[in-house]
Nanobody, 125 residues
């Protein structure tokens, strides 16, 4: 089992940037694919982005964040980051990172084994 802790959330204005981090402990994150999800009040949790294990050669993004968000790995520090640029009010949500063994159907939350507790991102207009 991998323990995941998200950080980097906050209150920003539309158009600003934030960088979220997902730090792992307990086990190395390098052999796990990692995804970011978000959940806004009254809405279901939705997929944001995912990256393959090891080199992170493949990534996947929700259409709503393509071109604005970038997911990356920092294996030396056992972390995965989500760079969020051009933030919009509709990006407001609690953001969660999650880990899974296989990079397959990554947009489905059910395939992830380990989850963090989330970090709040609020974008004002």
């Amino acid at each position: 089992q991998v323990q995941l802790v998200e950080s980097g959330g906050g209150l920003v204005q539309a158009g600003d940037s934030l960088r979220l981090s997902c730090a792992a402990s307990g086990r190395t994150l390098i052999s796990r694919a990692v995804g970011w999800f978000r959940q806004a009040p009254g809405k279901e949790r939705e997929f944001v982005a995912a990256i393959t294990s090891w080199t992170g050669a493949r990534t996947s993004y929700a259409d709503s964040v393509k071109g604005r968000f970038t997911i990356s790995r920092d294996n030396a520090n056992n972390m995965v980051s989500l760079q969020m640029n051009g933030l919009k009010p509709e990006d407001t949500a609690v953001y969660y990172c999650a880990a899974r063994l296989v990079f397959d159907n990554v947009e489905y939350a059910s395939g992830y084994n380990d989850w963090g507790r989330g970090t709040q991102v609020t974008v004002s207009s």
